[in-house]
Structure formats: structure tokens, C-alpha cells
């Protein structure tokens, strides 16, 4: 079966960085589009970041500029460095992959940024 885990969310203060990994089993994450997305309480979850399996990756406005995603296909795994952390960062990151018109998430990382 295709599993994606996050790892490394946790609590930081403002202007810090963390950096979140998702590990992919069960399928080459290299051939895959993979997302981040977010979702605070009472907002609904939206996308962060987009990395494609090939060209240029994307990502919100409210994340221009302090945010990269990245792939290491070594280690089938995807990440999020989350630079110039603010409190509206804070929400639940969730991985995401498209396999063959599929959509797959992993069980999503919790960050908290304090002000």
C-alpha cells in the first residue's frame, strides 16, 4: 500500500524555522506531483507547496519567500523548510500525492508557531 508520514512539526517562536519531511512507501515518490497543504481550525486546508515530478514548484502567496520544498529520491521523501516561521503558520501540514488519479495523504504533523 502507498503510506506517506510527516515528520517534524512541533512548537517554535516566531521568526524561527522548522522542516518537515514526508516519507512515501509503497510507490516512487519521484514520479509523482506532491503537495504540501495546511489546515488551522475553522479554516479549511490549503495548499501550501507543490513540487511536480518535473518543472518549477509553487507555492501560496502567504508563503512566497520563506517556504522550500524539496526532494530527496534517494530517501523517497519529500520537504517542507519552513523559514521566517509567523503565527498564522500555525496549522496541521499534510502531505499529499496524486498516484495515477489517486490523491494519498499522510496523517498530517502539528506546528505551532508562538508569537
Known amino acids: 500500500q502507498v503510506r506517506l508520514v510527516e515528520s517534524g512539526g512541533g512548537l517554535v517562536q516566531a521568526g524561527g524555522s522548522l522542516r518537515l519531511s514526508c516519507a512515501a512507501s509503497?510507490?516512487?515518490?519521484?514520479?509523482?506531483?506532491v503537495g504540501w497543504y495546511r489546515q488551522a481550525p475553522a479554516n479549511k486546508r490549503e495548499l501550501v507547496a507543490v513540487?511536480?515530478?518535473?518543472?518549477?514548484?509553487d507555492y501560496a502567496d502567504s508563503v512566497k519567500g520563506r517556504f522550500t520544498i524539496s526532494r530527496d529520491n534517494a530517501k523517497n521523501t519529500v520537504y517542507l523548510q519552513m523559514n521566517s516561521l509567523k503565527p498564522e503558520d500555525t496549522a496541521v501540514y499534510f502531505c499529499?500525492?496524486?498516484?495515477?488519479?489517486?490523491?494519498?495523504w499522510g496523517q498530517g504533523t502539528q506546528v505551532t508557531v508562538s508569537s
Open positions: 509503497g510507490t516512487i515518490f519521484s514520479r509523482h506531483v
Open positions: 513540487i511536480p515530478n518535473s518543472g518549477s514548484v
Open positions: 499529499y500525492a496524486n498516484i495515477a488519479g489517486l490523491g494519498f
